[in-house]
């Protein structure tokens, strides 16, 4: 995914260039990408990758009363015992949550991953050609969506399912408030003929979501909530948040927001969502 960012403000992000390609047999993925590193000259853009989900985990933690520099140490011996890998196969990034001014004790995500997937994963970029600058994780990708969104301004819940889970990710102005996985996903969905009893799980996890950000933070209500395009249908859901939400509930299409001149069908929107959203990301 190849995303122009706009200069002018006012003006909307381009889709320049789209590509899904599988690899052939007896192909490797340095392989792969090589060929569209010398397709789309990879090696002059600012390129980003994201982590899969088995490759890292995100921790919620106070801020440590450290100085600035020994933060990231600091978190390293909080962080241990949330992962199923030893610390020192660990790197440490960590993603400052707002300052709300309340009272609230100042807060953080440490984003811990894997050491040698991130190596592996910049290994395979630079044999490529392939300028590599940024390693993200999909909960950063849905924030880059949200802030094109008007109910940023003053708040959004966003829901995302994939296949065996989805995300429910509060924003606002920019900033992640709280990204909570939820453990239902869309084969959960249409596995079952009456899908009702999810239905119920997810609007517990929204409202409790909700809850937790409007008494932790002591931030005003939010008062939307974003679906994702689906990757396939799950018929009822929509509606049934719609009735059982006291906040407005819509349905995001992209074409909304970014100019392409291609068509960018819901289901290829949803395909690609994270991808998208990593291409959009403004930040070093």
């Not at 991953?113 to 994780?137: C, F, K, P, W, Y």
């Not at 819509?250 to 949803?270: H, N, V």
Request: with cysteine.
């Amino acid at each position: 995914m190849h995303i122009a960012l706009p200069v002018e403000a006012g003006a909307r992000p381009r889709v320049i260039a789209r590509e899904f390609r599988n690899y052939n047999v007896g192909q490797s993925p340095r392989e792969a990408l090589a060929e569209l590193a010398r397709q789309f000259t990879l090696g002059r853009c600012r390129c980003s990758t994201l982590l899969d989900e088995s490759e890292y985990k995100l921790v919620a933690t106070p801020y440590p009363e450290v100085a600035a520099d020994e933060v990231k140490n600091a978190i390293r011996w909080r962080v241990k015992d949330f992962i199923d890998f030893h610390i020192n196969e660990a790197t440490i990034e960590t993603l400052e949550l707002p300052d709300t001014g309340s009272g609230v004790p100042k807060e953080l995500y440490a984003v811990v991953a894997r050491s040698n997937a991130i190596a592996e994963r910049m290994q395979t970029m630079q044999e490529a050609g392939v300028d590599l600058e940024i390693v993200d994780i999909p909960e950063m990708a849905l924030r880059n969506i949200a802030m094109l969104l008007p109910e940023d301004n003053d708040g959004m819940a966003f829901l995302s399912l994939q296949a065996r889970g989805g995300l429910i990710t509060l924003t606002r102005q920019g900033q992640i408030f709280l990204s909570r996985p939820i453990a239902i996903g869309l084969e959960s969905l249409q596995g079952f003929g009456d899908p009702m009893r999810y239905f119920d799980q997810i609007l517990l996890d929204i409202q409790r979501s909700l809850d937790y950000y409007e008494s932790h933070f002591r931030q005003a209500a939010i008062r939307n909530l974003v679906m994702a395009p689906l990757q396939s249908d799950a018929p009822g859901l929509f509606e049934y948040l719609t009735a059982n939400l006291n906040l407005p509930v819509r349905q995001l299409d992209l074409s909304g927001l970014l100019d392409s001149d291609e068509p960018m069908s819901l289901a290829w929107q949803a395909k690609y969502l994270t991808t998208i959203g990593a291409a959009l990301r403004g930040e070093d």
